[in-house]
């Protein structure tokens, strides 16, 4: 079945513990993004990647860091968490940026920072 | 710059009636369109998308939109909801091609209408 994967689904951190939640998809696709989901605004970017090796920042880029160096994976970092990163996360692929190809989503991370 | 503006944050409605969830948006570049769903607790699903050609684009679950450039709008249509529709509604957009450019696949998302089906 074609997905993207999200771990974990929920967590509660506290203040400055580094956390990595993975994202995995199995479609070759090319492009991957983070997203972040707030009451009353809808999702905003975080970061991108076109292709392997290749990343970008989005909209909120600030506190995370991410990396592509596999087709498949695309972790979001958080170095240091602060409870204004608490939110709902979305990981998301398609076959590439351009031509309005179709996004897929995952589940989603309901995090927690306090 | 992208920007998008759904019209209603929460729209109450019953059963078998018809509703319509308002999109505008606002872009210095040509865009693809979409519409997602998001039940609650899941991620999002897409609904519709208009890339090119007619500007009535029909989707899952028997949902339409219209695209109209001069008013720069991509309402949602259902002609009978059922309790089964009660979601999160999200109106996107991406820039045409600009590979490589700062907005290139990224998707800019309305804040979102709530459509609740009443019995």
């Known amino acids: 079945e074609a997905q993207v994967t999200q771990n974990p689904r929920y967590l509660i951190t506290v203040t400055g513990k580094k956390l990595t939640v993975t994202c995995s998809q199995n479609?070759?696709?090319?492009?991957m993004s983070w997203y972040r989901q707030d009451p009353g605004l809808g999702l905003r970017q975080i970061y991108y990647?076109?292709?392997?090796?290749?990343?970008d920042k989005g909209d909120v880029p600030e506190g995370y860091k991410v990396s592509r160096k596999e087709k498949r994976n695309f972790p979001l970092i958080l170095e240091s968490p602060s409870p204004n990163q608490t939110s709902l996360y979305f990981c998301?692929?398609?076959?590439?940026?351009?031509?309005?190809?179709?996004?897929?989503f995952g589940p989603g991370t309901r995090l927690t920072v306090t | 710059a992208q920007s998008v503006t759904q019209l209603d944050s929460q729209v109450p409605v019953f059963e078998e009636a018809p509703v319509e969830l308002r999109c505008n948006y606002s872009?210095?570049?040509?865009?693809?369109l979409f519409w997602y769903v998001q039940y609650p607790n899941q991620g999002l699903q897409l609904l519709l998308k208009?890339?090119?050609?007619?500007?009535l684009v029909k989707g899952i679950n028997g949902f339409e939109a219209e695209f109209n450039k001069s008013q720069t709008s991509f309402h949602l249509r259902k002609p009978s909801v059922h309790i089964s529709d009660t979601a999160e509604y999200f109106c996107?957009?991406?820039?045409?091609?600009?590979?490589?450019?700062?907005?290139?696949?990224?998707?800019?998302f309305g804040q979102g209408t709530i459509l609740t089906v009443h019995p």
């Open positions: 998301a692929s398609s076959l590439s940026g351009g031509r309005g190809h179709e996004q897929y």
């Open positions: 479609m070759n696709h090319e492009y």
């Open positions: 990647s076109m292709n392997v090796e290749v990343t």
């Open positions: 872009s210095s570049v040509s865009v693809y």
């Open positions: 208009y890339l090119s050609g007619s500007t």
């Open positions: 996107a957009v991406i820039p045409r091609g600009n590979a490589g450019g700062t907005s290139y696949g990224k998707l800019t």
